[in-house]
């Protein structure tokens, strides 16, 4: 249930994202990261796996402020291919939210699909902006993936 709706939203931004379409990746992985912070980690509070999503969801966050560029996009692509099975997979956190939850998924279900789109800023291409996804890549372990300070 809930791991089907969310599955297919990833399946959904993967498609936006290799169409070329990335503003429309870009609101989408916001409002999904949203619905993941606000809706779904209450829900697997102390479970072992959210801090490491958490810590994804904030590089992959400031990798959406600047405009894109080959190697923002090749980071991007890397975080997801790592963080998309630790949600989806067998005892992931979709997995582990609809076993928490039993019967009351579906109740759940119906606010994540009722969660509203995300509005966008425009993309910032600054020195904060950028130390900002430094900082955050470091602290989620993916300090090599890119953006190395010269």
């Given at each position: 249930m809930i791991r089907k709706y969310l599955s297919d939203d990833h399946a959904r931004l993967d498609a936006a994202l290799q169409g070329g379409d990335y503003e429309s990746f870009r609101e989408g992985l916001l409002r999904h990261i949203g619905i993941e912070q606000k809706i779904l980690f209450p829900i697997v509070r102390?479970?072992?796996l959210v801090e490491r999503l958490h810590l994804d969801h904030g590089a992959l966050a400031a990798?959406?402020?600047p405009t894109p560029t080959p190697?923002?996009?090749?980071?991007?692509?890397t975080i997801l291919e790592n963080h998309?099975?630790?949600?989806?997979?067998?005892g992931g956190l979709y997995e582990e939210c609809e076993r928490?939850?039993?019967a009351g998924a579906s109740e759940i279900l119906k606010r994540?699909?009722?969660?509203p789109r995300v509005p966008v800023a425009r993309h910032v291409d600054n020195?904060?902006?950028?130390e900002s996804l430094r900082n955050a890549l470091r602290r989620a372990g993916y300090e090599g993936i890119c953006f190395r300070k010269r």
């Open positions: 102390g479970w072992t990798l959406l402020v190697a923002i996009l090749n980071a991007i692509r998309n099975p630790l949600e989806e997979g067998p928490r939850l039993g994540i699909q009722n969660t020195q904060i902006s950028m």
